[in-house]
């Protein structure tokens, strides 16, 4: 909905609301005779004949009102006579449009303050004048809350480097690929094993090694493997030869024949 499509019909006018403001700045017609009230009523009325809300129109009607408003409300006070407004609505729109704005910004930072103020209330000091026993007391007798040795000791030991640390009871393997290559050629040699044979108790590093060494030597076309289900028994053996193809020994018994 546009707001050119909003007619009114007030004692003191009559027809779209943008003639009317285009008016009212030019003072052809005196806001003081304007029922502000009655334009609110006539738009409401003509967005429920609509039956929809045009959200940028609708903000675009607050501002404007409400620059009327406050238009009306500087004519209604006693004191100097008023300046000449020589605005036209969208300048009049723009400026209460950054009055808002200063007012939201304002709003979300004593927000935030308030917030900080509630989440640190249970970490605030009192503030409190001291004794009058304490402010008479003179700077000779106050005694000192910790003992100097005893604080010298603490400063000191951050000072000091700390031992190292001891890591012989941690066991490094050392295990090669070229081991694990040597490893699973012998059990080839032999005939088909498990994966798990191959490695049987070794620790993760070792079984990942051998791992890398299978994937090494099925690239090298030395071993194959099958698998029957997921997470089951990985059986390993060298691969089965290829048969000969029949046109090359067609080729070479023809050699054989002599002309």
Do not use: N
């Amino acid at each position: 909905m546009r707001l050119a499509d909003l007619e009114l019909d007030l004692d003191v006018f009559a027809g779209p609301f943008d003639l009317l403001l285009t008016l009212v700045l030019r003072e052809e017609i005196d806001l003081l005779e304007v029922d502000l009230a009655e334009i609110v009523i006539a738009y409401i009325d003509h967005l429920e004949q609509r039956g929809e809300l045009d959200l940028e129109a609708a903000t675009e009607f607050l501002v404007l009102i409400a620059a009327l408003l406050e238009l009306k409300s500087r004519l209604l006070l006693p004191g100097e006579e008023p300046e000449i407004i020589e605005l036209d609505p969208g300048e009049a729109a723009e400026e209460l449009l950054a009055r808002l704005l200063d007012a939201h910004r304002y709003r979300a930072a004593a927000g935030f303050l308030s917030e900080r103020l509630a989440s640190e209330e249970g970490y605030r000091f009192r503030s409190a004048p001291l004794p009058p026993a304490l402010r008479r007391a003179p700077l000779a007798e106050a005694a000192a809350v910790y003992d100097r040795a005893l604080l010298a000791g603490a400063i000191g030991s951050l000072l000091r480097m700390p031992e190292a640390l001891d890591l012989r009871h941690l066991a490094t393997p050392t295990v090669t690929v070229a081991e694990r290559l040597a490893h699973l050629r012998a059990l080839l040699r032999r005939g088909s094993f498990s994966f798990d044979e191959a490695v049987g108790e070794a620790d993760r590093v070792t079984v990942a090694v051998t791992l890398f060494a299978v994937l090494e030597l099925y690239k090298q076309g030395e071993l194959t493997w099958t698998q029957e289900q997921p997470f089951g028994e990985i059986t390993i053996e060298a691969p089965a030869p290829a048969p000969a193809r029949a046109g090359a020994s067609c080729v070479r018994a023809l050699r054989r024949v002599p002309a």
